[in-house]
């Protein structure tokens, strides 16, 4: 049996993200440069993840609450939240956007203007 995979565009500060599920959960965020898959499916299941990140984006969400089955080879896997600056596929400019805007407790201004981990206020 063939698996039916929708998509679903959702903007963010990093570019028009791709979410793609299987009808049931997200399997995969896919980064500007990537295409979405080719099979149209009913993305309404992919509703909640989209809100999620519009959510995490501003700053209000740091844990998602989602049906996930992300795919990829075991190695994929093994460098997946690693936390190092390799082998990032939305590139490490990203990747260290990403790591700031987390560190400044979702202060969307962090992505928004690039700050770095060194000039962020802890106090």
């Known amino acids: 049996m063939t698996e039916t995979m929708a998509s679903l565009p959702c903007k963010s500060p990093a570019g028009t993200l791709t979410l793609v599920g299987d009808g049931e959960r997200l399997t995969q965020n896919l980064f500007p440069d990537q295409s979405p898959p ?32 992300l795919r990829g080879t075991a190695f994929q896997r093994r460098v997946w939240a690693s936390g190092s ?15 700031d805007f987390e560190s400044s407790g979702g202060n969307p201004a962090a992505f928004e203007l690039g700050w770095q981990s060194s000039q962020l206020s802890l106090a």
Request: proline share 4%; charged share 30%; net charge negative.
């Open 38 to 69: 080719h099979e149209k499916g009913d993305p309404s299941h992919l509703d909640a993840a989209a809100i999620q990140l519009d959510e995490y984006f501003a700053g209000g969400r740091t844990l998602f609450d989602l049906p996930l089955e």
């Open 85 to 99: 600056l390799t082998g990032y596929r939305g590139g490490l400019g990203l990747k260290r956007k990403l790591l």
